[in-house]
Nanobody, 118 residues
Framework: QVRLVESGGGLAQAGGSLRLSCAAS????????MGWYRQAPGKQRELVAV???????NYADSVKGRFTISRDNAKNTVNLQMNSLKPEDTAVYYC????????????WGQGTQVTVSS
């Protein structure tokens, strides 16, 4: 079992920046990929960015060139640097972990609110 705890987030103005961090604990050896998802009011949860153990990254088209995901394997953390924020980035952001055993369900953090004002 893996526990994910997010930090960061908050309120920013359009064009500003925020940084999210997520610390993993527990059976971290079983993690294959870590990433960030977000859910805006009335919308489905969507992928923002993901980074695998091998260093591959994938981003939603809406955040490419603005957001950067990074992992610190020594500290068991994943970070999301968000620049050039837009009001449409407003959402609850969730840290997630996928496992080497694909049958294991994705683990989720508790979520952190990001609000971007125009």
């Amino acid at each position: 079992q893996v526990r994910l705890v997010e930090s960061g987030g908050g309120l920013a103005q359009a064009g500003g920046s925020l940084r999210l961090s997520c610390a993993a604990s527990g059976s971290i050896f079983s993690i294959n990929a870590m990433g960030w998802y977000r859910q805006a009011p009335g919308k489905q949860r969507e992928l923002v960015a993901v980074a695998t153990n091998g260093g591959s990254t994938n981003y939603a088209d809406s955040v490419k060139g603005r957001f950067t995901i990074s992992r610190d394997n020594a500290k068991n953390t994943v970070n999301l640097q968000m620049n050039s924020l837009k009001p449409e980035d407003t959402a609850v952001y969730y840290c997630a972990a996928d496992f080497l055993v694909e049958q294991l369900p994705r683990s989720w953090g508790q979520g952190t609110q990001v609000t971007v004002s125009s």
